[in-house]
């Protein structure tokens, strides 16, 4: 099970901290990512983590802005999203499945997630 939370509404140039709560999954085989899915548009992966050895990837529309990190002792993932533009704007999802030295930002990868917290950002 997955619980996103952190979402809201804040200006251009702003920053929000999303916390994502993981349980009944081995957090430290797990990879967890972030994805995000605004009205009209695809879902889009943008970073993820390893809870084996806390390596992450990004993609490059949050590259340098955003920061995915995780606490093993609280089995929680965390995304410090800095300098958000109003095209951040969407419901921001986490998800999970079993690492196996694999980093995707596609979503047909995970099996498991979070039920969505909602970002709005205001130019």
């Known amino acids: 099970q997955l619980q996103a939370s952190g979402g809201g509404l804040v200006q251009a140039g702003g920053s929000l901290r999303l916390s994502c709560a993981v349980s009944g999954l081995t957090f430290g085989n797990s990879a967890i990512a972030w994805f995000r899915q605004a009205p009209g548009k695809e879902r889009e992966g943008i970073a993820v983590i390893s809870g084996d050895d806390g390596s992450t990837r990004y993609a490059d529309s949050v590259k340098g802005r955003f920061t995915v990190s995780s606490d093993n002792a609280k089995n929680t993932v965390h995304l410090q999203m800095n300098s958000l533009k109003p095209e951040d704007t969407g419901v921001y999802y986490c998800?999970?499945?079993?690492?196996?030295?694999?980093?995707?930002?596609?979503?047909?990868?995970?099996?498991?997630w979070g039920q969505g917290t909602l970002v709005t950002v205001s130019s």
């Open positions: 998800a999970a499945d079993y690492y196996g030295g694999i980093l995707s930002l596609r979503a047909p990868f995970y099996e498991y």
